[in-house]
């Protein structure tokens, strides 16, 4: 009896046809070097006479495993052992679809915490939107079991991705269909199925919104056109370098005017979370940024002529309470004066960065990660866009025209 199984994979030809090519039991053994998703892997064997090809998917885990599977059971046929049939799977209340997003959500709000450094209703209620796009793809096909391991079955619900809207009748983005399999995947994962998150996401590109920080001329006609307590609010945001809801929930006890630093921070009292990830370090979000003493002593003399008192709100609305129109009150001031351009918050935070970090001549990329509060240092060379700055600063032209290159101008 012939006992020799072999894994080939279909490969496409100079000529344009496809074929197959064994893989050797070598390659088999680092898997990452074997290509996926392209083509289909198969197991080449006997049925007496007849040679057998049947395919075992896309992926080289799978295709091994099969491999290795049939080979014991070619093994056990030649010597006249059987195999111990396979138990059959329990049946689980929660293999019903329905019922693992369910769990999976309940789950995530276990995580809500109370200290302002857990998971937000916010998050969990925009996994439950994401996964709902899903839930209601499998509910049209009528499909009722977990898939989530099919890459075929995946790939057609990108597809139908594609050709949805959103409540407001947009359709999808390429970026809100990653965030979709990004979610996903990390539902996935929970049942230990790593394709969506390790075969699909990767293939999901969007493009990137650019913000590009406002140049010194744009920030001085700005501060011409507020009035000093206009300046003040929006020269914070440029300075702290907060995002919209960090400054609105900034409060004076936060304010260190011996040291010149304020301190963005969760506010559970306020049920206010700050928007950051953890890492091996644990949470990031917590910082100290530091302001200008001459900035810091208008602060303070705001702050006593508004009469603030320690755990008030530095910038409240008119009753006391987190402000909610900071972009609008801002849009307000650049319609006045008929300034040129797009203003957001955002871009101030970002302006606050730039003109910290100058092309690589200021303050260090790893102290402005931190007053940033990202979560990597990678994020803040994104940010920042240090990759197209790094050839500009002056060091790197000094090499670069000292350099041996330099001989071939």
């Given at each position: 009896?012939?006992?020799?199984?072999?894994?080939?994979?279909s490969?496409?030809r100079?000529?344009?046809a496809?074929?197959?090519k064994?893989?050797?039991?070598?390659?088999?053994k680092?898997?990452?070097?074997?290509?996926?998703?392209?083509?289909k892997?198969?197991l080449s064997?006997?049925?007496g006479?007849?040679?057998?090809?049947?395919?075992?998917?896309?992926?080289?885990?799978?295709?091994k495993q099969?491999?290795?599977?049939?080979?014991?059971?070619?093994?056990?046929?030649a010597?006249?052992?059987?195999?111990?049939?396979e138990?059959e799977?329990?049946?689980?209340?929660e293999?019903?679809l329905?019922?693992?997003?369910?769990k999976?959500l309940?789950q995530?709000?276990?995580f809500?915490g109370n200290?302002?450094y857990?998971?937000?209703k916010?998050?969990?209620?925009?996994?439950?939107?994401?996964?709902g796009?899903?839930?209601r793809?499998?509910?049209?096909?009528?499909?009722?079991d977990?898939?989530?391991?099919?890459?075929d079955?995946l790939?057609?619900?990108?597809?139908w991705l594609?050709?949805?809207?959103?409540?407001?009748?947009?359709g999808i983005?390429?970026?809100?269909?990653?965030?979709?399999?990004?979610t996903?995947?990390?539902?996935?994962?929970?049942?230990?199925?790593?394709?969506?998150?390790?075969k699909?996401?990767?293939?999901?590109?969007?493009?990137?919104?650019?913000?590009?920080a406002?140049?010194?001329?744009?920030?001085?006609?700005?501060?011409?056109?507020c009035?000093?307590?206009?300046?003040l609010?929006?020269?914070?945001?440029?300075?702290s370098?907060?995002?919209?809801?960090?400054?609105?929930?900034?409060?004076v006890?936060?304010?260190n005017f011996?040291?010149?630093?304020?301190?963005?921070?969760p506010?559970?009292h306020?049920?206010?979370?700050?928007?950051?990830?953890?890492?091996?370090?644990?949470?990031?979000?917590d910082?100290?940024?530091?302001?200008?003493?001459?900035?810091?002593a208008?602060?303070?003399?705001?702050?006593?002529?508004?009469?603030?008192?320690?755990?008030?709100?530095?910038?409240?609305?008119?009753d006391g309470?987190?402000?909610g129109?900071?972009?609008?009150k801002?849009?307000?001031?650049?319609?006045r004066?008929k300034?040129?351009?797009k203003?957001?918050l955002h871009?101030l935070?970002k302006?606050g960065?730039?003109?910290?970090?100058a092309g690589?001549k200021?303050?260090?990329?790893?102290?402005?990660?931190?007053?940033l509060?990202h979560?990597?240092?990678q994020?803040?060379?994104?940010?920042?866009?240090?990759?197209s700055?790094?050839?500009?600063?002056?060091?790197i032209?000094?090499?670069?025209?000292?350099?041996g290159?330099?001989?071939?101008?």
């Open positions: 009896m012939n006992r020799t199984v072999k894994l080939y994979r490969v496409k100079a000529s344009g496809w074929g197959t064994p893989v050797s039991d070598k390659q088999l680092n898997l990452k070097d074997l290509p996926e998703g392209d083509g892997y198969y064997y006997y049925e006479k007849h040679r057998q090809m049947p395919p075992v998917g896309r992926f080289a885990d799978a295709a099969k491999l290795v599977q049939k080979r014991k059971e070619l093994d056990a046929r010597t006249g052992v059987q195999l111990p049939s138990p799977p329990e049946t689980k209340a293999s019903n329905v019922a693992c997003v369910e999976y309940s995530m709000m276990s809500v200290d302002g857990g998971r937000t916010k998050s969990v209620n925009a996994y439950r939107n994401r996964l796009f899903y839930l793809f499998c509910s049209e096909n009528r499909i009722t977990l898939r989530l391991g099919d890459y079955h790939l057609e619900f990108v597809g594609r050709k949805q809207t959103k409540r407001n009748g947009k983005s390429d970026r809100y269909v990653f965030n979709i399999f990004a996903l995947g990390t539902f996935a994962l929970s049942l230990d199925i790593t394709v969506p998150a390790k699909i996401l990767p293939k999901l590109g969007y493009k990137k919104k650019e913000v590009k406002h140049t010194d001329r744009e920030l001085q006609s700005l501060w011409a056109s009035t000093l307590d206009e300046e609010l929006y020269k914070f945001f440029l300075w370098m907060g995002r919209e809801q960090e400054v609105a929930h900034s409060e006890s936060d304010l011996f040291d010149n630093t304020v301190h963005i921070c506010k559970p306020r049920n206010y979370r700050l928007k950051s990830k953890r890492n091996r370090n644990g949470n990031v979000g910082r100290y940024v530091p302001i200008h003493a001459s900035l810091m208008r602060l303070k003399e705001y702050i006593e002529r508004k009469r603030l008192r320690e755990g008030d709100l530095l910038f409240p609305n008119l309470n987190v402000e129109h900071y972009l609008r801002l849009q307000a001031i650049v319609k004066a300034l040129p351009g203003w957001e871009k935070r302006t960065a730039t003109i910290h970090y690589g200021g303050v260090p990329l790893a102290t402005i990660n931190q007053w509060g979560s990597s240092l994020m803040t060379e994104i940010y920042l866009d240090v990759k700055t790094a050839p500009a600063q002056e060091h032209q000094y090499m670069i025209g000292a350099g290159l330099a001989a071939h101008v």
